[in-house]
């Protein structure tokens, strides 16, 4: 009776190998193809990055596709309209975006997020002056997404300080179409204001060093298995003689 439970014992721990090998392995090459999925993306913006600025002639046209593309636009700031989102951060310090629409035609206008600056901690809604010049203006940047909504009670309505910014309400505010895409401004202009933009980190090295772990556990499990059955092999012949 021992020798048969000892055989499907033995069995038992077999399988057991066979899957904690099989199912570490497959995780390993599944961190490998993460990574090259995220470093293929990473490519990806690095190209859009790379192409050709657009200006304001071809805004209208403009979709989710052409995000990160490099912009270089003239217009007239409509001050008027300027809002500050509450409550975000740059660098881990929270603060205001300041966001102003520029009108690059008679019919449209582009929302600038016109770059970061921090909060009054005394007053909340003491905001920083921006300087805003007149006239017509040059403004280089990048095509992004309207800034990300964040958890909010109640209406907003249509103050300066805000959480967040209803795109459709905004637009009726305006008084100009604003297509479905903003502009993260770039360089550094001396006006106070922070353009650090968060940039995608596709920590390809994160997921290689999660496939090395996967992968040596795979093989330190064989390599276990393997000591397991020799020993029990050794034992075996032991008992025999």
Do not use: C
């Not at 490998?32 to 490519?43: I, N, S």
């Not at 989710?64 to 007239?76: A, C, K, N, S």
């Not at 300041?98 to 909340?124: C, H, I, K, M, Y």
């Amino acid at each position: 009776m021992r020798p048969l439970i000892r055989q499907r014992a033995h069995w038992a721990v077999a399988v057991l190998a066979l899957v904690v090998v099989a199912t570490t392995a497959r995780l390993g090459w599944w961190q490998l193809q993460r990574a090259e999925q995220k470093q293929t993306l990473g490519q990806q913006r690095q190209a859009q990055q790379q192409r050709p600025a657009l200006t304001e002639a071809s805004a209208a046209t403009w979709q989710r596709g052409d995000v990160l593309r490099r912009v270089t636009l003239q217009g007239r700031w409509l001050d008027a309209h300027t809002v500050y989102l509450d409550n975000r951060q740059m660098q881990g310090q929270p603060g205001f975006f300041v966001l102003t629409p520029l009108q690059v035609a008679s019919d449209r206008a582009l929302v600038v997020q016109r770059g970061w600056v921090a909060r009054n901690f005394e007053d909340r809604t003491r905001l920083p002056p921006v300087a805003t010049p007149g006239g017509l203006v040059s403004v280089q940047g990048r095509l992004a997404m309207p800034p990300s909504a964040l958890l909010a009670l109640g209406s907003e309505g249509r103050s300066r300080l805000r959480q967040n910014l209803n795109w459709g309400d905004y637009q009726q505010q305006v008084g100009l179409a604003l297509g479905p895409l903003s502009v993260q401004q770039t360089g550094e202009l001396g006006d106070g204001l922070q353009r650090q933009w968060y940039q995608p980190d596709d920590k390809v090295s994160m997921h290689h060093g999660y496939a090395f772990q996967w992968f040596a556990l795979s093989v330190l499990t064989a390599v276990w298995y393997g000591w397991f059955y020799v020993n029990t092999r050794n034992r075996r012949k032991q008992q025999r003689r």
